[in-house]
């Protein structure tokens, strides 16, 4: 499914048992994760589903009675219960070592802390998981170390705020292979950055310390790409929405983040048609993204999400504004993303390779962003890509 920028793979009909990750806070998202359920169901027939529309159970039910299992957000247990019942597992001496992982051999999510400590209005992530709780920092790098020697070319570091890591327990000192480390976003990076694997930043607030992590993008320690949930660019709208931002000085740190790592790659997610937008809010978010030029975008249409604060904002927008002003939005981004991605032509890119024929460079995140295509490769290799043209997403080439 595709969601302006976020899409998984529908290659289930060869897999054992299909795991759908679902999403339930805002109403698209819930018919695109509906949908997934469905898809994998028609492609496969084994399906479990996990992820925070799991506790909404009679809802899936009822659209999609097939489905063997139902685990709620951050259950691992439950959800490898599931697996082991309908699918017995084998047993591996070394993989079992390195505990649960669910993506392809060459990638792997790497989870830092849990819960959230913000109150946007439009969320209910605090409410679902509770305040934010950081994993100790050294069982975070020996994960990421088990990883990396079991295949692993590419860690995607996320959590609900991931330049919080370690707010919380006021960024108390761990230990790793016999190190003191403090539980900080920065050393953490600096950390995961030793490990010789791609090292990916997703959900990073532009709290002022994330640039000290830039200049190791600049010097090749961690990948130049950030995840920065923008959300809005209107003072208003985004009091309104209770978010820790300006857009001014969200347009003088990207500057200052492009002087200091000119290869960076920023993408980020914005909401249009939040209640009381005005055509004054939304031209003003069409501004930032214009001045903005971000290399990789996702837009949701606003849809009111059970227990979100935003609920009881007055002037909801009609579904045809909204709808509108997504079209509107999207298509100013599509011009600014075929612009960037047109000055890669005649570049030769280093490329992960996902499937023969697919592959991503270090500005395409798995799932949500572009792909670059050519012939031939092997699934987890680097290789060499020379760009021949490009879209407005996506990159097309030759391997060397």
């Known amino acids: 499914m595709r969601a302006e920028g976020y899409e998984t793979s529908k290659q289930y009909a060869h897999a054992d048992l299909v795991i759908v990750n679902t999403c339930g806070f805002i109403d698209a998202a819930v018919e695109e994760s509906l949908g997934a359920i469905g898809e994998a169901l028609a492609e496969n027939g084994k399906v479990i589903v996990t992820g925070c529309l799991g506790v909404k159970n009679d809802l899936i039910r009822a659209k999609h009675p097939a489905v063997l299992a139902i685990t709620g957000p951050h259950d691992t247990p439950a959800v490898m219960s599931a697996v082991h019942a309908h699918l017995p597992k084998p047993h591996d001496p070394y993989t079992d070592l390195i505990g649960v992982k669910l993506t392809p051999p060459h990638y792997a999510y790497l989870k830092i802390a849990e819960g959230c400590n913000h109150r946007c209005?439009?969320?209910?992530?605090?409410?679902?998981?509770?305040?934010?709780?950081?994993?100790?920092?050294g069982e975070v790098l020996q994960e990421a170390e088990n990883l990396v020697k079991a295949g692993?070319?590419?860690?995607?570091?996320?959590?609900?705020?991931?330049?919080?890591?370690?707010?919380?327990?006021?960024?108390?000192?761990?230990?790793?292979?016999?190190?003191?480390?403090?539980?900080?976003?920065?050393?953490?990076?600096?950390?995961?950055?030793?490990?010789?694997?791609?090292?990916?930043?997703?959900?990073?607030?532009p709290y002022p310390h994330v640039d000290e992590v830039i200049p190791m993008m600049a010097e090749g320690k961690i990948l130049p790409y950030l995840d920065a949930p923008f959300q809005h660019a209107s003072p208003r709208i985004l009091k309104l929405m209770k978010r820790p931002a300006n857009a001014e000085k969200v347009l003088e740190r990207i500057r200052d983040w492009r002087a200091a790592c000119?290869?960076?790659?920023?993408?980020?997610?914005?909401?249009?048609?939040?209640?009381?937008?005005?055509?004054?809010?939304?031209?003003?978010?069409?501004?930032?993204?214009?001045?903005?030029?971000?290399?990789?975008?996702?837009?949701?249409?606003?849809?009111?999400?059970?227990?979100?604060?935003?609920?009881?904002?007055?002037?909801?927008?009609p579904p045809e504004v909204k709808r509108y002003r997504k079209e509107q939005f999207m298509r100013t981004q599509e011009a600014i993303s075929a612009s960037k991605l047109k000055r890669k032509v005649g570049r030769t890119i280093k490329v992960l390779v996902d499937e023969p024929g697919v592959g991503r460079s270090s500005a395409d995140a798995p799932e949500i962003d572009g792909i670059v295509r050519f012939e031939g490769g092997k699934a987890g290799q680097f290789r060499d890509v020379t760009i021949d043209r490009a879209d407005e997403h996506d990159l097309y080439g030759r391997l060397q």
């Open 262 to 317: 000119p290869d960076i790659t920023i993408r980020s997610t914005f909401i249009v048609g939040f209640p009381g937008e005005t055509e004054d809010d939304f031209r003003e978010l069409l501004s930032f993204l214009k001045e903005a030029q971000l290399d990789r975008v996702g837009c949701f249409e606003y849809s009111p999400v059970e227990g979100a604060a935003a609920n009881a904002l007055p002037d909801p927008l």
């Open 152 to 205: 692993v070319k590419e860690l995607l570091v996320i959590s609900q705020d991931t330049s919080a890591y370690g707010v919380d327990v006021k960024y108390r000192t761990g230990f790793w292979q016999g190190r003191p480390l403090k539980t900080r976003m920065t050393q953490l990076c600096e950390s995961l950055g030793q490990l010789g694997a791609w090292v990916r930043l997703h959900y990073v607030y």
């Open 121 to 137: 209005s439009f969320c209910i992530i605090p409410s679902m998981r509770g305040d934010l709780v950081s994993r100790p920092i």
